[in-house]
């Protein structure tokens, strides 16, 4: 039986398996067809039907590669004009139960060149990676291309309010636990691991968030002193849940930036309240892009354990 086939309408882009920005190609040409997301070898290497030999022989010499194809948000949220996209930290300490943490830090990665259309090829344009970005003629490394969340949440406050922002990051958390829960059975869950991941998100126009991709061990290398910072923080606070001194008590909802957001179940971000989301005044307990006063938090933490490990002695 033939799978289902289907013409593209408008930009497409087709990631393979290496890593980073050098695997993803735009699709130009949609005279080409796709089968469940996977082009024609023709179709990858830019030819039409008519240009491909049939013969064994071409067949032998196409290497054969799965690829991805996604639909290109055509509508992305500017900011001076120019493309983004966000990196958010999310940690798993275990699978089954889910138990997530939603790190307070993160940024947004700027493309270098104002966004068009018109040039769907330009990476400089359209693919917002550092590793791209800073090849650019006219890239600044001081400057760099980045904003930290705080900063891009406060602009966003100030250009649409904060019940849009609140909507727009509450969609972000439904982001985060569903793609987890969808691979909670697929993942080898072991009390004894934990993975990092990094997000990346992209908004549109509409303020509506689209998932790009999660990177398992993200790219911890730092692009400025700010960048630097924010991840020595980030490793930091990683160790301070993982907790290899078994200091904490298991019952802490907040260590460092990190926020508890999944412990088999939506957490509140209120002491003591029911963790139920169909309650009405129910308010999950993230914290992406506010303040992160991790420091004065962590001294009052380990301060406060440190006192019940008295008192119980």
Known sequence: MSRPKSKLQGPWIAKGKRAGAESIDPIQDHSHEYSHGCPSPQARMGGSKGDARSSDDQKDEIPVENYVAQRYIENPYLIGGRKFDLRVYVLV??????????????????????????????????????????????????????????????????????????????????????????????????????????????????LKPWLLEVNASPSLTASSQEDYELKTRLLEDTLHVVDMEARLTGREKRVGGFDLMWNDGPVSREEGAPDLSGMGNFVTNTHLGCVNDRNTQLRQLFRSLQSQKKASG
């Open 93 to 206: 300490m275990s699978y089954i139960p889910l138990r997530a943490w939603l790190y307070r830090d993160g940024f947004a990665r700027f493309s270098n060149t104002r966004f068009t259309l018109s040039s769907i090829d330009d990476q400089y344009v359209h693919l917002t990676n550092v590793a791209v970005q800073k090849t650019s003629p006219d890239y600044h490394p001081k400057k760099g291309c980045k904003w930290m969340l705080q900063r891009f949440r406060q602009y966003l406050a100030s250009k649409h309010g904060p019940e849009a922002v609140e909507t727009l990051f509450g969609d972000m958390d439904n982001i985060f636990v569903r793609s987890l829960q969808s691979v909670q059975k697929a993942i080898i869950s072991d009390k004894h691991c934990f993975e990092l991941y990094g997000y990346d998100i992209l908004i549109d126009q509409n």
